[in-house]
């Protein structure tokens, strides 16, 4: 029955989406029994957590941390899982900035200053303080990021991409969530090459000449596992040979 009240859900129902099923996540209902029982080192990789996204929507005045929020970084035992701040509907904190900036500029200037003043604004206030100094918290983020506009229809989830990439400290796991993300090709080149291809470069930094001999399909399928569904044909000519990357 349709309700405007909150769904109430089970934390250990998995949510998938139908156009990438190699996400899977969970809501936050129970959340502390949770993330104690998946972050088991004895769990199959598979059934662990692996990152916690933690959202903090900005689009109440003067928004500061609820109790919940405090509790959850002065309380709960997330281990060795990193754990991300995302504030989201960071946008509306532009309306303040423009407001202010409006009194002093054209409102076309205005409009244009007011996200860059609202980042800077942010990072000297209250909330960055209160989430990496704030006594007792047991476990503070690996680190946070602002998501304005997620709203749209071409909103950019790359720069959380990025930052998830960089704070999975496994490689493994960093293949796993490079690889299986979609939306960034980028992501999976600057991985493949600070990761993989790094390895078959000799000490001066120069290309090792095993890039030419018999280990070629062994350098291509390392490189090939940090992108999705990519299929790699070798073909000799001549001194080397050359891949075929193709997306299917």
């Known amino acids: 029955m349709a309700s405007r009240e909150r769904g109430v859900h089970d934390i250990e129902d998995e949510m998938v989406f139908r156009n990438n099923p190699g996400f899977v996540f969970h809501d936050s209902r129970g959340v502390k029994v949770f993330i104690a029982s998946r972050s088991n080192g004895r769990?199959?990789?598979?059934?662990?957590?692996?990152?916690?996204?933690?959202?903090?929507?900005?689009?109440?005045?003067?928004?500061?941390?609820?109790?919940?929020?405090v509790k959850f970084f002065s309380q709960c035992d997330t281990g060795s899982i990193p754990v991300i701040v995302l504030f989201t509907k960071f946008d509306a904190l532009y309306d303040d900035e423009f407001a202010e900036l409006s009194k002093g500029v054209s409102r076309k200037d205005a409009e244009a200053l007011a996200p860059q003043h609202a980042k800077e604004a942010f990072a000297n206030g209250p909330q960055l303080k209160l989430l990496y100094n704030r006594k007792g918290n047991q476990r503070p983020p690996r680190c946070h990021i602002c998501l304005p506009n997620m709203d749209k229809?071409?909103?950019?989830?790359?720069?959380?991409?990025?930052?998830?990439?960089?704070?999975?400290?496994?490689?493994?796991?960093?293949?796993?969530?490079?690889?299986?993300?979609?939306?960034?090709?980028?992501?999976?080149?600057?991985?493949?090459?600070?990761?993989?291809?790094?390895?078959?470069l000799d000490s001066t930094q120069v290309i090792s000449s095993r890039i030419f001999g018999k280990s070629n399909r062994e350098i291509v399928n390392d490189l090939c596992g940090w992108f999705p569904r990519t299929s790699v044909r070798l073909t000799s000519d001549h001194l080397c040979q050359h891949a075929d990357l193709r997306h299917c």
Not at 159 to 175: G, N
């Open 43 to 69: 769990r199959r990789l598979s059934d662990r957590i692996h990152v916690i996204w933690y959202c903090i929507p900005m689009d109440e005045d003067g928004r500061s941390f609820t109790e919940g929020e």
């Open 153 to 200: 229809d071409d909103a950019d989830c790359g720069p959380l991409i990025e930052r998830t990439a960089e704070t999975l400290d496994d490689e493994t796991l960093k293949q796993m969530f490079v690889s299986t993300q979609r939306t960034n090709l980028e992501v999976c080149i600057r991985w493949a090459v600070a990761i993989s291809f790094a390895r078959h």
